[in-house]
């Protein structure tokens, strides 16, 4: 079973991530004969304790996603209106030079506005994968 190890502290569990348009998307790019545009690498965060995944809304205006719909969403601040959104996520770790990658089937996202983190991984890409947590030795792993 491939595995991704990282190490984390008491900033999160930050893994590397690699986010392009979804395969719809892509498809009518090409049916139009636009390039695709260069998927672009980030910085994630894996969150145990959200349901959807997001996306900056930068990066998803640098690829020119558009939002398939617009949701309602309860965070800590309460209840606000979120883009909803289709992309390709692959979680992979450029730290060891690994060629393994996580890459599940598109994923519905939402727009998301976090300094610093590109990517917020949720249980909706978690569940597809097993994930360890090794507390006292500062390190975690995903088991796919």
């Given at each position: 079973?491939?595995?991704?190890?990282?190490?984390?502290?008491?900033?999160?569990?930050?893994?590397?991530?690699?986010?392009?348009?979804?395969?719809?998307?892509?498809?009518?790019?090409?049916?139009?004969?636009?390039?695709?545009?260069?998927?672009?690498?980030?910085?994630?965060l894996i969150d145990t304790?959200?349901?959807?995944?997001?996306?900056?809304?930068?990066?998803?205006?640098e690829l020119g996603i558009?939002?398939?719909?617009?949701?309602?969403?309860?965070?800590?601040?309460?209840?606000?209106?979120?883009?909803?959104?289709?992309?390709?996520?692959?979680?992979?770790?450029?730290?060891?030079?690994?060629?393994?990658?996580?890459?599940?089937?598109?994923?519905?996202?939402?727009?998301?506005?976090?300094?610093?983190?590109?990517?917020?991984?949720?249980?909706?890409?978690?569940?597809?994968?097993?994930?360890?947590?090794?507390g006292p030795g500062r390190?975690?792993?995903?088991?796919?």
């Amino acid at each position: 079973m491939p595995q991704l190890s990282f190490p984390f502290d008491l900033n999160g569990m930050i893994v590397d991530v690699m986010i392009a348009p979804g395969a719809n998307d892509l498809a009518a790019l090409a049916a139009a004969g636009e390039p695709w545009p260069t998927p672009r690498s980030g910085k994630g965060l894996i969150d145990t304790g959200t349901n959807v995944s997001g996306v900056s809304l930068r990066i998803l205006d640098e690829l020119g996603i558009l939002p398939l719909d617009e949701l309602k969403t309860l965070g800590i601040g309460g209840e606000v209106d979120v883009g909803y959104y289709e992309v390709s996520l692959t979680i992979l770790n450029r730290t060891n030079g690994s060629q393994i990658e996580y890459s599940p089937p598109d994923v519905k996202v939402i727009g998301i506005d976090i300094p610093e983190i590109d990517a917020l991984i949720g249980l909706d890409v978690l569940i597809g994968c097993r994930m360890m947590l090794d507390g006292p030795g500062r390190k975690f792993s995903l088991h796919f």
